[in-house]
């Protein structure tokens, strides 16, 4: 087991080296950007650039650029949005806005969906079953924007009852910062809902019809604690990772939510990076988000082997 | 010793065995289905997914036919007409309450109100439809008690534009005497001067300059002076040394023959014009915009169905280029297996480990001025999104390649070829092509979002996209909703109905895996 999430590790930290490495070439292959003249930030930017080697080859340049962020934890400095500033503290002030709405898009969005997913299930090939499945169908087609216009025009503009876009500051748990979050919260919280929902259903339907659930009635369990002490726990094997993985990605956020409701987090931070072409941040943010990307993936894969005992983890099948 | 019989058999020595007698085996009477045929039986059982097929085959034909049937094309822009709700003239004019170009003005008062009704008055179009509430303020004012009135108005907003002031060149000029001439259509109105206007204020040169003013007002602020009888009293010019060039068209009713028509400008003339009838001056018919028009002035249900055909068109080419390079890997490495199939994955592991935001990105900024905007915006879709349909049908190989009729075909001398795409694939048909069709979506979603973020900027070439309609229409979203409305709800039902289609077809052809997702 250990020796498989090692083995999972290093695979992930070649593939992102390999990642880093493409990204980083195809990038300072561009031109860079032009600097304003006569601003102050100009002349460090300037220097920063001759001490990351811009006009030395590119396998130099990488070498200096990891040996920065290893030796100095240093990402670089925007050279366009935010001239002079450092990519990396830019990054971290930008992080708890994201965390925060993403956070309370979970814990939202887990209980109702695994409820919703436990009642369709039980209720199976009933209408209530086909109603759940069918809306939670739609609602994983329609993009997030279409729901963000939705509660944007009818909540916030309609009955007012939500402000527009997310309040500015710091303060992040105040009871206003909650409320003005609530819409990107559940812009978002939409999608996991019925992706929790789905998930659920398709597990918990397939562990109900299966030999152990006939087994817990015949030997006297009520329907009910066969349910919860059998059925239940055996879909948790599914469920559990999931929501392991979208803890990992809480991090990484939702572009488009971010930037209808202005939520100053890191997605609104990598877009504007993108169409302001700000290629330091750039770099930095895909790195980011790769790692982000591979690691819920192996947060999944792992989970499952500790959840369950009965899969071995790195096994040929 | 025994005579040989077998030596001489002569043709008419056989005979056959059942001549008069009949096979007891009864013929199958029913015809024989093949895989596809028993496919489309299951699939046509499921109503929901055929409902989802119909609503694409409807889609499909607005995306078809919505820019052929509109007078419009992408192109057509109109700098006045921006963000205006739906109105056909033939609808509006039953007064239905649809497709009557109407808007809601909350809190009008008494004064905005009568310039509503002045508009109305001199173009001969209110554009007053209906006075849904009056509200009463009651105030004192130096000790008095006065009573104020504001009005929830709903207007029809293309008339609501009324009389605008525009410079035109002196040919412009005569060309709309000549449509006046020709159709009896009053585009040209006579100009007004302030001095006419505020004939009690001394000094006009702070006053607005509000071309729908064209009666004379007691106040700078605007308010109407009335006559005996409450009508409007008309603050029309007739100066003659102001004008330019001879008016030889018809005039408005109220006019004497002496008003003007034009100030002159150096060069050209300036003149005062409705705008509704300059439209139709300039289009040859009246605005009819069935879901209104977009921040550009665009109609928005020929801006629709071409972002449509783009959308569809896209998502098609690059299922399609999709599945057959990772049908062609997935198919080399599931048949091999082995050291290539792990390299192979290896490689896949690392493209598939970059976001998409990041691909099509570094495409747009290293392809797009090399090749255009489209080719690598395709390009971004296909490095990374062919990876899906390789590991479905590398598992697909897994699973046939060990089975007896492909051991039979390679000891028949078969090469690996002719066993992968011969024997095997056809195996996995069903599920590629129901992968397929679950693909679509997919491209159409991420497209969306991309052009919705303005990552690509895809307006130059192929005039519009959904996105870029959305994120206009989001933009505006509280004055004009229906804006975001109409492109919102073509890619949801489009989306919610492919993904329908999709999973009935897969259901229909692995009937095993029916029921256990979504």
Partial sequence: MVKYALKRFALMLMTLFIITAICFVLIRLLPPVQLPLGDPHTEVVEARREALGYNRPILVQFGLYLKAIFTRGDWGISDKLYLGQDVLKLFISKLPATMLVNLYSIIFSIPIGIALGVFAALKKNTWIDHAISTLTMVVISVPSFVYAFLLQYFLSYKISLFPFLMKGGTDYFSWSMFVSMLPAVMSLSFGSIAGFTRTTRAELTEVLTSEFMLLARTKGLTKRQATVRHAFKNCMVVIVPAIFGSFVGILGGSFIIEKIFSVPGVGSLYINSINGRDYPLFMMLTVFYTTIGLASGIVVDISYGFIDPRIRMGSKK | ?518
């Fill in chain 2, 1 to 518: 010793m025994e005579k040989n019989t077998n030596e001489h058999i002569t043709p008419d020595m056989f005979e056959f065995a059942q001549k008069d007698t009949f096979l007891h085996d009864e013929k199958l009477k029913t015809k024989a289905r093949g895989y596809f045929a028993d496919a489309l039986l299951r699939f046509k059982k499921n109503k929901s997914s055929v409902v989802a097929a119909w609503i694409i085959g409807f889609l499909i034909l607005f995306a078809i036919f919505s820019p052929i049937i509109s007078p419009y094309s992408v192109n057509d822009k109109d700098v006045v007409y921006t963000n205006y709700p739906p109105y056909i003239p033939s609808i509006a004019e039953k007064n239905i309450g649809m497709f009557d170009g109407s808007y809601t003005l909350n809190s009008q008062n008494e004064l905005q109100l009568a310039s509503l009704r002045a508009i109305g008055q001199e173009t001969g179009m209110d554009p007053v439809i209906e006075i849904l509430e009056t509200y009463e303020t009651h105030q004192k004012f130096r000790g008095q008690d006065r009573v104020t009135y504001s009005y929830r108005v709903k207007v029809n907003s293309y008339f609501m534009e009324g009389v605008r002031t525009m410079v035109l060149s002196y040919e412009e000029y005569e060309k709309i005497q000549q449509f006046q001439n020709e159709t009896g259509i009053q585009v040209l109105y006579p100009v007004v001067e302030k001095a006419d206007i505020y004939v009690k204020a001394k000094d006009t040169s702070t006053a607005t300059d509000n071309p729908n003013i064209w009666y004379q007002c007691e106040d700078l602020k605007g308010t109407p002076l009335l006559d005996a009888d409450g009508n409007f009293i008309p603050a029309y010019s007739s100066n003659p040394d102001k004008t330019y060039g001879e008016y030889h068209s018809q005039r408005i009713a109220s006019d004497p023959g002496t008003y003007i028509y034009n100030i002159a400008k150096s060069g050209s003339v300036q003149v005062r014009l409705c705008y509704y009838n300059y439209y139709i001056y300039k289009n040859g018919h009246e605005p009819s915009y069935v879901m209104g028009t977009d921040i550009m002035g665009r109609d928005l249900f020929c801006a629709i169905g071409t972002g449509a055909r783009f959308s569809l068109i896209f998502a098609v080419v690059v299922s399609a280029i999709n599945l057959t390079l990772g049908a062609i890997y997935g198919a080399i490495q599931g048949y091999y297996g082995g050291t290539i199939d792990m390299v192979l994955d290896r490689i896949s592991d690392v493209l598939s480990g970059v976001p998409f935001i990041v691909v099509a990105t570094l495409f747009q900024l290293h392809l797009a001025q090399k090749v255009g905007v489209l080719v690598s915006f395709l390009f971004a879709f296909v490095m990374t999104g062919w990876i899906g349909m390789a590991a479905l049908t590398r598992k697909q190989f897994y699973r046939f390649k060990g089975q007896e009729y492909v051991l039979a075909a390679k000891t028949l001398g078969a090469s690996d070829k002719r066993l992968m795409f011969k024997h095997i694939f056809p195996n996995s048909l069903g599920t590629i092509i129901t992968s397929c069709v679950l693909v679509i979506p997919g491209v159409i979603s991420s497209e969306t979002s991309l052009t919705y973020l303005g990552i690509v900027n895809l307006s130059s070439v192929v005039g519009t996209c959904i996105g870029e309609l959305m994120s206009q229409g989001q933009a505006a979203m509280t004055t004009s909703p229906h804006a975001m409305l109409f492109p919102s709800l073509f890619v949801s039902l489009l989306l919610i109905s492919f993904n329908l289609f999709g999973n009935g077809l897969r259901d229909a052809f692995n009937p095993s895996t029916r029921g256990t997702e979504g």
